[in-house]
C-alpha cells in the first residue's frame, strides 16, 4: 500500500506548497536541516498526504540511501518524516521550520504523530511478543522471532503494520499469515475491536458465505488493535479471469450475510448525515477545482431534494465502505476486511458504493480490467442483487446513493492527491450530476 504517487493540484492557490511539493524538493530541504542527515540520503519517496483545500497540507515521506529499495522495507532501511503547512505555532520539540521550494514548513522526522510512535514503541518491545503469544497460545519465551512492515501511514489519523513471524509455521495458514496491527483515535479503536469481535461470531453462522477476520488483541486506551490476516483472492483479480460471475455471486451472498449482523452501538446513516457529508465534500471539491462550482452547486442542490424524498427503510449492519479492495474471495464464500467504517443503515448504500467504485475502474487502467470487464462486473453484481431490477423504489434509492458515492470517491482522490485526481473528479462529478438527471458540461468547457 505504500508507495503510491502523490500529484500535486494545479488549481489551489489557499495552500501553495502543494503545487510545488515534490520528493526531490523535500528531500532538498531536509538535507538543509542541521542534526537531520545522519545517513547519506539520496532519494525521498512519498508515502500519503491529507490535503484539505484552502486549509493545511500534510505529508508522509521517507528518506532513503538506496533508489531501489521496496517500500516493504521503508520502516527498516529509511526515516519517516511528515511535513506541515502552512505553518502552526508554537512548533513542537520532534519538529523544525525549513524551507522547501521557497514556503516555510514545519518538518519531523521519525513523526511527533501518536499513532506513528505508539506504533512503533508496541512492535519494538515485549508488547508485540506478550501479544503474539497470547494470542497464539504459545509459550512467551518460545515466541518466534516476529517480522513488520508498514503498511499505511496517513499522517494524524491511522497506521497500519502487518506482522508476521519470520519462520512460517507449516500448516497453520493463521499463524503464517500474521496480523495486522493499527493505531488510530481510541474511539476508532474501540469501534475496530467492537466490530471484528462481534462480527467476527455472527460471521461465522453463515456456513462459510462470509468471514470476518478476527480481533486477535486490543489496548484501546493506546488506540492499538490487532486484527487477524486472512488471506484470499483480490476480488478484482477474480473479475478480470472466468470466475467473475461465481465470485460476485459469493460477493453478493457475502453482503447478504454481512447486513444480517447483529453489532451493538453502531452510529445510524440517515439521508441527513449524507446530504451533510456530501455538502461538506462539494465544499473541498469546489475549493480545488473553482471550474466545477456551478456544477457542484447544482448537484448539492438536487441531493438535497433527492435524499429528503427517501423513505426511511428498516436499518441493518452496513459496511459503509464496501468497494472491490475490501472483498478477499476464497473458495468457500468471500472474506470483508476493513471494518472502520462500520455502521448501520439502508443496505442499498453498500450496493451503491460497491457499483459506482468498480465502474469507476473503466477510468483507472491502472487495476488492470478492461472497461468491457468493468461493465460486466457491474451488471453481474446488479444481476445477482435483485432488488434493484424488481422495485422501481430501490432503484430510485440505489442512483441517488451512488451520486453521494461518486462525491465520497472524489473527495477521497482529493484528500489524498491521487495519480489522475482532477480528471476523476470531473467525471465523478459528471456521473454524479447524471445520476440527479442534469445536463453535464464537457471538460473542454470547463
Not at 523544525?96 to 514548513?105: L, P, Q, S
Not at 484501546?220 to 465470485?247: C, F, H, M, N, Y
Amino acid at each position: 500500500m505504500l508507495g503510491r504517487t502523490i500529484q500535486p493540484p494545479d488549481y489551489d492557490v489557499a495552500v501553495p506548497l502543494v503545487s510545488d511539493l515534490s520528493p526531490q524538493a523535500v528531500l532538498e530541504g531536509c538535507l538543509s536541516v542541521p542534526g537531520l542527515v545522519t545517513r547519506p540520503w539520496k532519494t525521498c519517496r512519498a508515502i500519503d498526504v491529507l490535503y484539505h483545500p484552502g486549509r493545511y497540507t500534510t505529508a508522509a515521506f521517507v528518506l532513503l540511501e538506496d533508489e531501489a529499495v521496496s517500500p516493504d522495507r521503508y520502516w527498516a532501511d529509511g526515516q519517516i518524516i511528515y511535513i506541515h503547512h502552512p505553518v502552526r505555532r508554537p512548533i513542537s520539540h520532534r519538529g523544525c521550520v525549513v524551507r522547501i521550494a521557497g514556503h516555510e514548513v514545519e518538518l519531523y522526522q521519525f513523526p511527533s504523530d501518536r499513532r506513528l510512535r505508539e506504533l512503533r514503541r508496541f512492535t519494538g518491545s515485549y508488547d508485540l511478543s506478550a501479544m503474539w503469544a497470547q494470542w497464539t497460545g504459545q509459550d512467551p519465551t518460545r515466541t518466534p522471532l516476529l517480522q513488520r512492515q508498514l503498511l499505511r501511514y496517513v499522517p494524524e489519523k491511522k497506521c497500519v503494520a502487518r506482522v508476521k513471524p519470520k519462520a512460517d509455521h507449516a500448516g497453520d495458514e493463521s499463524l503464517s499469515n500474521g496480523v495486522a496491527l493499527r493505531v488510530s483515535s481510541n474511539r476508532l479503536a474501540q469501534q475496530i475491536a467492537l466490530g471484528h469481535r462481534h462480527g467476527w461470531a455472527c460471521a461465522k453462522a453463515s456456513g462459510g458465505v462470509l468471514r470476518l477476520p478476527a480481533c486477535v488483541f486490543a489496548d484501546t486506551a493506546r488506540g492499538v488493535t490487532a486484527i487477524e490476516w486472512v488471506k484470499g483472492q483480490p476480488l478484482v483479480q477474480a473479475l478480470a479471469s472466468d470466475q467473475a460471475d461465481e465470485a460476485t455471486a459469493k460477493t453478493v451472498a457475502a453482503l447478504r450475510a454481512f447486513h444480517k449482523l447483529t453489532i451493538p452501538g453502531l452510529e445510524q446513516i440517515s439521508t441527513g448525515s449524507l446530504f451533510e457529508f456530501s455538502s461538506q465534500a462539494i465544499d473541498e471539491l469546489s475549493s480545488a477545482m473553482p471550474a466545477l462550482g456551478p456544477m457542484l452547486g447544482e448537484l448539492r442542490i438536487k441531493l438535497q431534494e433527492a435524499l429528503s424524498q427517501i423513505r426511511p427503510v428498516d436499518p441493518v449492519t452496513i459496511h459503509n465502505d464496501f468497494y472491490f479492495d475490501q472483498v478477499l474471495v476464497r473458495s468457500r464464500g468471500c472474506v470483508i476486511v476493513d471494518l472502520e467504517r462500520l455502521s448501520v443503515g439502508d443496505p442499498l448504500i453498500d450496493v451503491a458504493n460497491y457499483v459506482v467504485q468498480l465502474r469507476m475502474l473503466a477510468y483507472r487502467p491502472e487495476y488492470g480490467l478492461t472497461p468491457d470487464q468493468v461493465y460486466a462486473g457491474v451488471q453481474l453484481f446488479l444481476n445477482h442483487y435483485q432488488e434493484i431490477t424488481n422495485d422501481p423504489r430501490a432503484a430510485h434509492r440505489l442512483r441517488v446513493y451512488s451520486a453521494v458515492a461518486l462525491i465520497s470517491l472524489a473527495r477521497a482522490m482529493l484528500r489524498h492527491l491521487r495519480v489522475g485526481w482532477p480528471a476523476m473528479i470531473y467525471q465523478s462529478a459528471v456521473d454524479a450530476t447524471a445520476f440527479m438527471g442534469s445536463p453535464t458540461p464537457q471538460w473542454a468547457e470547463l
